[in-house]
């Protein structure tokens, strides 16, 4: 054993010297633990020798029901006598009977209820009823169980859920990926996620926050692996009990988790003509303490753009233009290392905690040609060689401690977290004469170095009352602080002053959720929850006043199921978006000096009403679900795009925006002659966008309909063989002052798993009848034009390889569920949201050349 973990120790460490990458990764994992003498059963029955065991499941998954309440009721009195809790796996066990006739009474909210006659006890009877199941009322998209297949997607009561790890064409990627496969979620080519057509999505990782999604979302996805993705969960309708940031919604990512009993270790690598990765986990688990580790290393290669970008327009009467071409190319490293640690302190409460430490390196080299044009002024041509430099490291620190009290699913918890990101973002420049390389005119530069802190406490309590309903309350406190200080260098012209900012924001929540189930299949989940938020800035010397708000953020959630496998629910609720720190940011990104982008530290938050109504059917083995949203957004946050003399347009962002969405998704999947699974849907919106500007120079105002569609197939072969294929493709996009135009991304892999179900070996490829996609984006303002071609280089093959080690007998510690702080409530992703506010010199069209 110890050599094991030596092994792994020593691995870990060479790949973080080789690579730097960053997967973060949560500790501990859902468990329960049985419980006796439920309130209401009778303590001073006389007691015997009888014993009464069996495993509850849920009857269409097949998968164990936790937490499920068991009542043993004697049929002479009808009173219960005994009860007891279902662990993590479903059991639960009764001992000490006295003799008798009794029934079985089983209930959980969420499931149908079941009673079992003709419990007799006589002597030294021992009964296993083996599996029990339980009816779901709401259904789960694997509905019909397939003999060697696991369904890609389930639809829960406030969730639909995407089984990544059944997806062999990710292998070898990152999140991103995997994102593009999730009913409902869009991802444009630079990883940009939105969901129902808003970016405003906030995304956790095993229920938690990390400083590096505050910074940008694509760029945090792109740190984590595939390999290491278990499910996502999209939340379109969170309760109060979530934190009251995400306008369209939560994308929860769930990663692997090491639930097994001894010592294991995982092994994952893949090379492709793109990147290449190497990732081990380790884990060790006795008794009632547990520990993993983990590490994991990324690298990507040839990652190479090309833009061609014309502006023309007017300024006090005088037209202007301004093309530029650009060459880019990519590399990038990521680097992630964790260490969890859990233990039961009694059989009542547990203490888990965890340490997560990430590294990022990204660097990019561009070539920017200008053309100017002024008036009658003579042409000017122009060439800057860029490189930029992205660099952070991010600490995530969790310790929580779970109490259960009487009742089964009653309890109390204290959650804390403390997470850091360190970064530091530059560009260097050398300017030349021409339009290539000539004769060097200097240099110029910025240096950028921030960092993003929290910390949060957060207690919460959960009682049930009587069997069908359950209540929910507690409180929160998060306490930010974001600096950044940036410089500037030139001897080429006067340099821009140096400055900073120091932004303190402090926020107070308490929340009350309400969830009750009726007889004829109705649930109710209702709450509310209030967020009072105190910020304190400066900008350099200068003192910001930025008011304090309270916000007050109700959530409505029924859902009804009827005979036939037909569901209805419908929800509404309003939701907050904060800004993040790439609109805050005053530090001016120049590394494309035509292309000018400043954050605006006055920001406030947007305010979203968002109503949805779905119907999901299923018979025998096909499934299919449909939903109705509208959401209206007020007080948006914005770009505000001006130009200067010089035709140099400066972005930057204001609350002026008015957004509204009403749109439709339908989604479903089939299984044939039980190995053959097709699937996918259609999602369509309208959408109206309007920034309601005085100025008549920004005003601006756009609609339209965007529609996109996915589809997939999973075949099971014989003798371990598997194939996959996955499509995706999205109409023109409609942007506040103007569009893009669509795109499409296709994928196909094979996997063979070896005879002794330790390890597998596939090969899979991205868009191989395409060397590169074209994306036109055409803006409109009354003083500008701009028109952008990118052209982006995505095509790619990869063999991956895997393989486990170590003793795998399961768990016999009954374990209970993980909780964790869970900070879900910052605006982040700029304008387009693909560079996190970092160095780009890249056309002012929000992508960027790859």
Request: hydrophobic share 30%; proline share 3%.
């Amino acid at each position: 054993m110890k050599k094991l973990f030596t092994l792994t120790f020593l691995l870990v460490c060479g790949l973080s010297a080789a690579t730097f990458a960053q997967r973060p990764e949560g500790a501990g994992r859902p468990q329960a633990e049985p419980t006796n003498n439920i309130p209401g059963t009778i303590d001073n029955s006389a007691r015997g020798n009888g014993k009464v065991s069996g495993t509850i499941k849920d009857s269409v998954s097949q998968q164990p029901v936790e937490f499920a309440s068991v009542s043993l009721v004697d049929l002479k009195t009808n009173r219960p006598v005994d009860g007891a809790t279902t662990d993590d796996k479903g059991k639960f066990q009764m001992k000490n009977l006295a003799d008798g006739n009794y029934k079985l009474m089983l209930s959980f909210i969420g499931y149908k209820g079941k009673q079992i006659d003709k419990i007799k006890i006589d002597g030294r009877t021992n009964i296993d009823l083996d599996d029990i199941v339980l009816v779901p009322d709401v259904i789960q998209l694997n509905a019909v169980t397939v003999t060697g297949q696991t369904q890609m997607i389930e639809e829960r009561v406030d969730r639909l859920v995407y089984n990544a790890e059944k997806d062999i064409t990710s292998k070898g990627g990152d999140a991103t990926e995997v994102m593009r496969k999730v009913p409902m979620l869009s991802v444009d080519l630079d990883g940009n996620v939105s969901l129902r057509g808003s970016s405003n999505v906030r995304v956790l990782i095993n229920n938690k926050p990390s400083t590096i999604l505050a910074s940008s979302v694509a760029d945090a996805l792109k740190q984590i692996p595939a390999d290491m993705i278990k499910s996502v969960e999209v939340i379109t309708s969170p309760s109060a009990k979530y934190d009251a940031e995400g306008t369209a919604g939560i994308i929860n990512i769930i990663t692997k988790k090491n639930t097994l009993q001894g010592a294991t270790l995982d092994f994952d690598s893949g090379v492709g003509n793109r990147g290449a990765n190497l990732g081990l986990r380790g884990g060790y688990r006795t008794g009632k303490m547990g520990f993993n580790l983990g590490g994991y290393g990324r690298i990507g290669y040839n990652i190479i753009g090309k833009g061609d970008n014309l502006q023309e327009g007017m300024k006090n009467g005088v037209p202007f233009s301004v093309r530029q071409l650009t060459d880019s190319k990519n590399t990038y490293g990521f680097g992630s290392y964790n260490l969890g640690w859990d233990m039961d302190i009694t059989d009542k409460s547990f203490i888990t905690a965890s340490v997560r430490y990430g590294t990022r390196n990204s660097t990019s080299s561009q070539g920017i040609s200008t053309l100017n044009s002024f008036g009658t002024t003579p042409a000017k041509n122009s060439f800057r060689d860029v490189d930029v430099k992205d660099l952070s490291g991010t600490v995530d620190v969790n310790v929580d401690y779970t109490r259960q009290l009487k009742k089964p699913q009653q309890e109390f918890s204290i959650l804390t977290q403390y997470s850091r990101n360190n970064r530091t973002n530059d560009f260097d420049a050398d300017l030349f004469d021409s339009g290539t390389s000539s004769t060097l005119l200097g240099q110029e530069g910025n240096r950028n170095a921030s960092y993003n802190q929290e910390s949060t406490v957060q207690l919460d309590y959960t009682s049930p009352i009587k069997k069908n309903q359950i209540i929910e309350f507690g409180g929160k406190g998060i306490f930010r602080q974001v600096d950044s200080d940036f410089t500037y260098y030139s001897n080429v012209s006067q340099p821009r002053q140096s400055s900073s900012l120091v932004y303190d924001q402090n926020v107070a929540a308490a929340y009350l959720s309400y969830t009750y189930s009726t007889k004829n299949k109705y649930t109710f989940k209702v709450g509310s929850r209030y967020e009072y938020t105190t910020i304190a800035a400066t900008q350099g010397e200068v003192g910001l006043s930025i008011p304090n708000y309270g916000n007050l953020v109700p959530s409505i959630n029924v859902s009804k199921t009827f005979k036939g496998g037909r569901t209805v629910k419908a929800a509404y609720n309003r939701r907050l978006q904060r800004p993040g720190i790439q609109f805050l940011n005053p530090n001016i990104n120049a590394a494309n000096p035509q292309n000018i982008t400043v954050g605006n530290p006055d920001l406030a938050p947007e305010l979203t009403d968002q109503y949805e109504i779905s119907s999901s059917w299923f018979k025998k083995s096909v499934y299919i679900n449909f939903s109705l949203f509208a959401r209206n957004t007020n007080n948006s946050i914005e770009s505000v795009r001006t130009t200067n003399e010089q035709g140099v347009i400066t972005t930057t962002y204001g609350n002026i925006g008015q957004k509204q969405n009403y749109g439709a998704n339908v989604f479903g999947n089939v299984t044939l002659f039980g190995k053959w699974q097709i699937g996918g849907g259609v999602d369509a919106y309208y959408v109206y966008l309007a920034n309601n500007s005085n100025d008549p120079s920004l005003g601006a105002s756009n609609s339209g309909i965007v529609a996109s569609g996915r589809v997939f197939t999973n075949l099971t072969l014989p003798k371990g063989w598997g194939i996959q294929g996955f499509g995706f493709t999205r109409g023109r996009d409609v942007q506040l002052q103007g569009y893009s135009t669509g795109f499409r991304i296709y994928s196909l892999g094979v996997k063979k798993e070896f005879a002794n179900k330790r390890g597998s070996i596939g090969m899979s490829t991205e868009n191989f009848l395409t060397k590169a996609f074209r994306i036109n984006t055409e803006l409109e303002t009354p003083t500008f034009t701009q028109r952008s071609i990118n052209d982006r280089y995505m095509r790619g093959v990869r063999v991956n390889f895997s393989y486990k080690l170590g003793k795998m007998s399961f768990d016999d510690q009954p374990r209970r569920r993980r909780k964790s702080v869970n900070n879900d409530d910052v605006k982040s992703g700029g304008d387009g949201g693909g560079d996190g506010g970092g160095q780009q010199a890249a056309p002012a069209t929000g992508g960027r050349p790859r």
